[in-house]
Antibody, heavy 119, light 109 residues
Framework: QVQLQESGPGLVKPSETLSLTCTVS????????WSWIRQPPGKGLEWIGNIYYTGSTNYNPSLNSRVTISVDTSKNQFSLKLSSVTAADTAVYYC?????????????WGRGTLVTVSS | DIVLTQSPGTLSLSPGERATLSCRAS???????LAWYQQKPGQAPRLLIDGASSRATGIPDRFSGSGSGTDFTLTISRLEPEDFAVYYC??????????FGQGTKLEIK
């Protein structure tokens, strides 16, 4: 059974870079697209970006200049970097799987990790 | 960007009743590429419906989705206690960004 687990610092200072990793267990990261989605406390969901196991990416244009998503197939992991963070980036960050190529919905989610941006 | 507007914001019903949740898009969602998710407090969203009407694996048949174009509906035929949660729609039919609605909270009356 495939499972996803987010990891990374829970507290990031303003203007610094948020870095998270999603580890895929119970299955291969290959042959799927993978995504990052976030949810500010008490608010709705925002798609951040996708990556294919080959390294091909697409990002939310609203975050495009600050986001980098990468993949490490040898570790069955993919990662998120969000630069120049502010308090508005405080959110629960989820990693998720896209089950069908180019049908960008999410069938498998990690539990999420809360990242707080504060000095 | 396609904006999804969900209504009502909060729906108060009793177990056993029928729930009808609406999701309206600011422009047509191509190929009915619309999904529904359920989220309970402290948990990740769970996929219920994709392609506007296809139930995901393991989802009970009391959940059904319908609609096309700009108007979509999630129906829960007979509410069980575990169905009280927040529900989100999401469109994936256009170029990025793939957007979510703001959610409908289904609460016990």
């Amino acid at each position: 059974q495939v499972q996803l687990q987010e990891s990374g610092p829970g507290l990031v200072k303003p203007s610094e870079t948020l870095s998270l990793t999603c580890t895929v267990s119970g299955g291969s990261i290959s042959s799927y697209y993978w995504s990052w989605i976030r949810q500010p406390p008490g608010k709705g969901l925002e798609w951040i970006g996708n990556i294919y196991y080959t390294g091909s990416t697409n990002y939310n244009p609203s975050l495009n200049s600050r986001v980098t998503i990468s993949v490490d197939t040898s570790k069955n992991q993919f990662s998120l970097k969000l630069s120049s963070v502010t308090a508005a980036d405080t959110a629960v960050y989820y990693c998720a799987r896209v089950p069908h190529s180019r049908r960008w919905y999410f069938d498998l989610w990690g539990r999420g990790t809360l990242v707080t941006v504060s000095s | 960007d396609i904006v999804l507007t969900q209504s009502p914001g909060t729906l108060s019903l009793s177990p056993g009743e029928r729930a009808t949740l609406s999701c309206r898009a600011s422009q047509s969602v191509s190929s009915s590429y619309l999904a529904w998710y359920q989220q309970k407090p402290g948990q990740a969203p769970r996929l219920l419906i994709d392609g506007a009407s296809s139930r995901a694996t393991g989802i009970p048949d009391r959940f059904s989705g319908s609609g096309s174009g700009t108007d979509f509906t999630l129906t829960i035929s007979r509410l069980e206690p575990e169905d009280f949660a927040v529900y989100y729609c999401q469109q994936y039919g256009s170029s990025p960004p793939y957007t979510f609605g703001q959610g409908t909270k289904l609460e016990i009356k």
